[in-house]
């Protein structure tokens, strides 16, 4: 049976890079699907158009080229606060959707990170993760991560952005960030990289045991 692993978890949780060196572990595709709302964000302000403009954010999620996830503005802390806006727009999910479950239905698995992967882009997947961390430690990681590229932001700046996308992702009406039912629950507050991805693997490990 094809291996899929879903990952869903607020921003800075460890979800992105748990995802990478769980695909990477298990030799299959992994996609970040938060780079497709912001890919799709960077399309309409390219475009010169509003971030507040359904049509033309639908318009654009269905003209979404793959190319352009590979843009390293994408990684920029803005972009992060223009996908939160971007995947409150149900036809924007919508268009994504599809995209997402054909990249999850390879023939060997994938895995897959997001907010709503358990839950509506992959209810069936062989595994769930559901991957958080308190506020402030996710605020810090943030601080460093910007830090290291360059990027001048404050820790109380960041820590307001993280607290709002958290508010806006919970509270949309389209697909909100929220743990699957049979999802397990890790929180990396107090897990360096290594030991979180050694308890992802344990999860990972047992749940496919339990399905042979």
């Given amino acids: 049976m094809p291996l899929v692993i879903a990952i869903d978890g607020p921003a800075a949780s460890g979800k992105g890079t748990l995802a990478k060196r769980l695909a990477d572990h298990y030799r299959l595709p992994h996609l970040d699907t938060g780079l497709l709302y912001r890919a799709v964000a960077l399309a309409l302000i390219d475009a010169g158009l509003s971030l507040d403009d359904p049509e033309a954010a639908s318009r654009a999620a269905h003209a979404l080229d793959a190319d352009r996830l590979d843009d390293p503005r994408l990684r920029e802390r803005a972009m992060g606060e223009a996908a939160s806006r ?26 897959l ?4 992967i358990g839950t509506v882009v992959c209810p069936d997947a062989s595994v769930k993760l559901y991957i958080t961390a308190s506020s402030e430690e996710r605020a810090r ?23 709002a996308r958290d508010t806006r992702d919970a509270s949309r009406t389209a697909a909100p960030l929220r743990m699957a039912d049979d999802a397990i629950r890790l929180d990396t507050t107090s897990l360096d990289p290594d030991a979180a991805f050694a308890e992802a693997r344990g999860i990972v490990e047992r749940a496919r045991g339990d399905s042979e």
């Fill in 141 to 163: 990681r943030r601080h460093l991560e910007l830090a290291g590229r360059g990027e001048a932001a404050t820790f109380g700046a960041i820590l307001a952005d993280i607290e």
């Fill in 86 to 111: 971007i995947s409150a727009v149900p036809e924007v999910r919508a268009a994504l959707l599809a995209w997402q479950r054909r990249f999850a239905a390879d023939p060997q698995g994938a895995v």
């Fill in 113 to 116: 990170d997001g907010r709503d």
